[in-house]
Structure formats: structure tokens, C-alpha cells
Antibody, heavy 124, light 106 residues
Framework: QITLKESGPTLVKPTETLTLTCTFSGFSLNTFGVGVGWIRQPPGGALEWLTL???????RYSPSLQSRLTITKDTSKHQVVLTMTNMDPVDTATYYCAHRHKFLTGNMNYFDSWGQGTLVTVSS | DIQMTQSPSSLSASVGDRVTITCRAS??????LNWYQQEPGKAPKILIY???SLQSGVPSRFSGSGSGTDFTLTISSLQPEDFATYFC????????FGGGTKVEIK
């Protein structure tokens, strides 16, 4: 059974850097095709994809946020870490990490398991 | 960057109604389109992947169709537990979500 859980601060000040950790179990980030993504959702708003990291350490970022995001993995700790710089009140959202399932053949993929999410508020 | 546009943004329907939600991609994504359901206060749940493949455990009243740029999610007979928000997601190039469709009780 795959589980993921996000952890980190619930309140950050404007201009600060946010660091969130996703701790997972039930899969290995060393396995071919596996990825972990971060997705956020402002209160009452839509889902927004932020970043993905793959088993081979390939990293992808949302073009609109690329300059502010960094994603890393620690396979021995079963963790993925998201860093977002220069936080602003518009970044107030629930942040989710999710397991990206990919079929052994072809490129079809989807997020099949999600963490519960963590609400981050940006305010002075 | 592929943009995903969903319509409508909300709809009201009754139990037993047939409901259709559409999703349009800004460029062709073949069948690399997924649908998720999100209940209030919960994480999204995968319903359909590859535009038309039903995820294991999802009721057969849910179906998806389309390819290229235009896609549809259909609920054949709306049930009380289906009142939720639905999101499409392209998985052709990284990932990107539509704006969501909230299905409310009429």
C-alpha cells in the first residue's frame, strides 16, 4: 500500500523560503518509471502542478514557477523535499505530494496516490 | 506549456441525471488525459486515465472519451456520492490541470 505524508510549516512570512517534506512508503524512488510530484490548491481554487522528480533524478518544473522551485529526493529516507523561495500571500494553498504511476510500456501515467495535503498560509 | 480548459466551471444536477463535463487542451495531447474526483477537504482521486480507461474500483457509471484536444467525462446516472469537484489533467508533457467543475445538488 502506497502512502505519502506532507510535513512542514503551516505559516510563513512574505519573502521567506518554504521547505516541505514528503515522506512516503510502499514504493521506492529507485524503481524505473516512478515519480513523485507536488501539486497545490489555493482555498476554493483549482489544482496547480508544481514539480516532478523521477527515479533517475530527472526533474521537471512548472514554467511559471521554475525560478522559485527546487525538488530533491533522499531515497534512503523515502523523502522528497520541495523548496519554494520568495513566498507571497498568493502562494497560500494546500500543498500535496503524489505518487506518479507509469505503466511499464508506453508513457501513460497518472497520480494514483496522494498525501492528505498540508495548508500553508503566507502572512506577516 | 499546455493549457487545459474545463467547462462548465459548475453545474447543478439531480440524482439520476446524466452529467457531461468537457476538457480542452491547447494543443494535441493524444489520449494523455486523466480525470480526478475531489470531495471537500480530501485529496483528489483518480477516476479515469488515458482518456477512457476506468481506474480499478471506480463505478462503471463513470466514462471518458476523446483524443487530441477535446475530452469528455460522463456520469451516466448521478449518485449522491458523486457531488464533488472534477479535474482533468494532461500527462502528455509533465502535468497540468484544468480549472475544475463543481457538481452541485439541484
Amino acid at each position: 500500500q502506497i502512502t505519502l505524508k506532507e510535513s512542514g510549516p503551516t505559516l510563513v512570512k512574505p519573502t521567506e523560503t518554504l521547505t516541505l517534506t514528503c515522506t512516503f512508503s510502499g514504493f521506492s524512488l529507485n524503481t524505473f518509471g516512478v515519480g513523485v510530484g507536488w501539486i497545490r490548491q489555493p482555498p476554493g481554487g483549482a489544482l496547480e502542478w508544481l514539480t516532478l522528480i523521477y527515479w533517475d533524478d530527472d526533474k521537471r518544473y512548472s514554467p511559471s514557477l521554475q525560478s522559485r522551485l527546487t525538488i530533491t529526493k533522499d531515497t534512503s529516507k523515502h523523502q522528497v523535499v520541495l523548496t519554494m523561495t520568495n513566498m507571497d500571500p498568493v502562494d497560500t494553498a494546500t500543498y500535496y505530494c503524489a505518487h506518479r504511476h507509469k505503466f511499464l510500456t508506453g508513457n501513460m501515467n497518472y497520480f494514483d496516490s496522494w498525501g492528505q495535503g498540508t495548508l500553508v498560509t503566507v502572512s506577516s | 506549456d499546455i493549457q487545459m480548459t474545463q467547462s462548465p466551471s459548475s453545474l447543478s444536477a439531480s440524482v439520476g441525471d446524466r452529467v457531461t463535463i468537457t476538457c480542452r487542451a491547447s494543443q494535441s495531447i493524444s489520449n494523455f488525459l486523466n480525470w480526478y474526483q475531489q470531495e471537500p477537504g480530501k485529496a483528489p482521486k483518480i477516476l479515469i486515465y488515458g482518456a477512457s480507461s476506468l481506474q480499478s474500483g471506480v463505478p462503471s457509471r463513470f466514462s471518458g472519451s476523446g483524443s487530441g484536444t477535446d475530452f469528455t467525462l460522463t456520469i451516466s446516472s448521478l449518485q449522491p456520492e458523486d457531488f464533488a469537484t472534477y479535474f482533468c489533467q494532461q500527462c502528455y508533457s509533465n502535468a497540468g490541470f484544468g480549472g475544475g467543475t463543481k457538481v452541485e445538488i439541484k
